[in-house]
């Protein structure tokens, strides 16, 4: 009896073993859903047409995006036709006021960027999209736009660019 039961407990170990090893998942600890046979991305710098982002402000964003892409996919980049590719204009970059106290001065103040964004997915033409992404900080109305202007705009990166990764490699 002991003998027919170690042979039925290795025998079911060989079955687990077995189906496990033909089966094959895709994981990411990102949670990006790239395409299997992808291999590169390329992002082309942001355009700005709108008059009063930063100057550098399309290079700033350009890089930020392909460091995330960088740090979180196992994609090379290259300079153009890629896998997957980037391209986006900022549309709006703009200042105004977020809250106004009683005596109708402001309070805070807010710097607010919009990005039209092109994705293209050369393995699934479905996923590819055309999209605005908005994103705003505020600060101290006392504050000297100058004194925190990078401040913000790194903050404010960060969400874009994480939503433009999760709205093209997200599995959600």
């Known amino acids: 009896m002991a003998l027919m039961k170690s042979f039925a407990y ?13 089966c094959s ?20 710098q942001f355009k700005i047409v709108t008059p009063m982002a930063a100057p550098n402000y399309d290079l700033v ?16 980049l290259v300079d153009r036709k890629g896998d ?4 986006g204009t ?11 106290s009683a005596d109708e001065l402001a309070t805070l103040n807010r710097l607010s960027i919009t990005l039209k964004v092109k994705y293209i997915n ?14 705003f900080a505020d600060y101290d109305s006392n504050i000297d736009f100058n004194a925190v202007e990078l401040e ?9 660019i994480q939503d433009i990764f999760d709205a093209s490699l997200g599995a959600w």
């Open 10 to 22: 290795t025998l079911a170990g060989i079955a687990l073993l077995a189906l496990l090893n033909s």
């Open 25 to 44: 998942v895709s994981y990411s600890f990102t949670g990006a859903d790239i395409p299997p046979d992808a291999r590169t991305f390329s992002i082309r």
């Open 61 to 76: 964003l350009t890089e930020a995006l392909k460091d995330l892409m960088l740090a979180q996919t196992p994609l090379d």
């Open 84 to 87: 997957l590719q980037y391209e």
């Open 90 to 100: 900022v549309t709006r970059y703009e200042t105004g006021n977020a809250a106004v």
């Open 122 to 135: 050369t393995f699934e033409r479905e996923k590819n999209f055309e999209r605005t992404f908005t994103r």
């Open 152 to 160: 913000l705009i790194e903050e404010i990166n960060e969400q874009l």
